[in-house]
């Protein structure tokens, strides 16, 4: 079963915009994971950030994590047609091994 | 590298039917994972192996499905007898000891009709 929330369930943009998604979880994790998963195709992991980090950039990727608040947000800047796809979290449930995923935000970027 | 490989991609087949899906991890990777993705329940870990050894299979439905890892290179999931509620994407995911994060195979879509 899911333990994370993600919101909005869908987001839809125009080209050049930026897309904000929020993941929130119940447990404590040391760390939470992004995924991308195009129609279709399997996960593809984005970025990974421990339970000490705050921020994480890769790319037009940011990442932000409040432990006390049990959230993270991931931010898709100067967004691209190419970016249109579902997007998850995931974070370690039970053991370092077992994940749990939201139930995703599914993003369309209009061109 | 080829990633995890699976297959087949798609399968059709009709209640009551048996049916296999193939999963190769990613050459080195120690652990394995099956999950099954729908609609409804999102994605659900089924059960996975440590070092070719089953961990946790506590996600896996019923006495119908069952998974082995016979080697490092290879791992099964079968469904014994097949019912319509089995159709779904399956996906199998490989991780390494070094990395956090799961690499996933295409999926294979299963309709059982």
């Known amino acids: 079963s899911q333990q994370g929330e993600e919101d909005p369930q869908a987001l839809s943009i125009q080209e050049g915009e930026n897309a904000t998604m929020n993941c929130s979880y119940k447990?404590?994790?040391?760390?939470l994971q992004w995924y991308r998963q195009n129609s279709g195709r399997g996960l593809v992991h984005l970025i990974l950030?421990?339970?000490?980090?705050r921020e994480k950039h890769s790319g037009r990727l940011r990442v932000t994590l409040d432990t006390s608040k049990k959230s993270s947000s991931l931010l898709i800047t100067a967004s691209r047609a190419a970016d249109t796809a579902s997007y998850f979290c995931?974070?370690?449930?039970?053991?370092?091994?077992?994940?749990?995923f939201g139930a995703g935000t599914t993003v369309t970027v209009r061109a | 590298d080829a990633g995890v490989i699976q297959s087949p991609r798609h399968e059709v087949t009709e209640m009551g039917q048996e049916v296999t899906l193939r999963c190769k991890p990613i050459?080195?990777?120690?652990?394995l994972f099956w999950y099954r993705q729908t609609m409804m329940r999102g994605l659900e870990l089924l059960i996975y192996?440590?070092?070719?050894?089953?961990?946790?299979d506590s996600g896996m439905p019923e006495d119908r499905f069952s998974a082995k890892m016979p080697n490092a290179s290879f791992s099964t999931l079968k469904i014994q007898p097949s019912e319509p509620r089995d159709s779904a994407v399956y996906f199998c995911?490989?991780?390494?000891?070094?990395?956090?994060?799961?690499?996933f195979g295409p999926g294979t879509r299963l309709t059982v009709l």
């Open positions: 995931a974070f370690p449930r039970g053991d370092d091994y077992k994940l749990s």
């Open positions: 447990t404590s994790i040391n760390n």
């Open positions: 995911a490989s991780r390494g000891i070094e990395t956090g994060f799961q690499f």
């Open positions: 192996f440590n070092n070719n050894v089953p961990i946790d």
């Open positions: 950030i421990r339970s000490n980090e």
């Open positions: 050459s080195g990777h120690n652990s």
